[in-house]
């Protein structure tokens, strides 16, 4: 059974930071495209950011471009996504999802695994 399990979730003051770790559990995540996904209470879930297998590519949505960074580490396979200057809106439930495609998107429906999430809560 091939597994993500996200970790670094919880409680942080708005203008604060968070780093999310995602772990896979097998070696062939190495070659897909990851990304990090987010629903709020009572909204579908979107896009945050993405990166390919070889590291070269990455892509933010808007809303978190200049404070989000994603990265990953193959030989660890593990993918984190480094959340700074986090506002209210950024409260969600944070998913990681890999693309055994590897096409660096920015919809659901082109990732085939998903992680169970990891919450996050940005007080004021």
């Known amino acids: 059974q091939v597994q993500l399990v996200e970790s670094g979730g919880g409680l942080v003051q708005a203008g604060g930071s968070l780093t999310l770790s995602c772990a896979a559990s097998r070696r062939t995540f190495s070659r897909y495209a990851m990304a990090w996904f987010r629903q709020a209470p009572g909204k579908e879930r979107e896009f945050v950011a993405a990166i390919s297998w070889n590291y070269y590519s990455t892509y933010y949505a808007d809303s978190v471009k200049g404070r989000f960074t994603i990265s990953r580490d193959n030989a660890k396979i593990t993918v984190y996504l480094q959340m700074n200057s986090l506002k209210l809106e950024d409260t969600a439930v944070y998913y990681c999802?890999?693309?055994?495609?590897?096409?660096?998107?920015?919809?659901?429906?082109?990732?085939?695994?998903w992680g169970q999430g990891t919450r996050v809560t940005v007080s004021s």
């Open positions: 999802a890999a693309d055994s495609r590897s096409r660096l998107g920015t919809s659901v429906d082109e990732y085939d695994y």
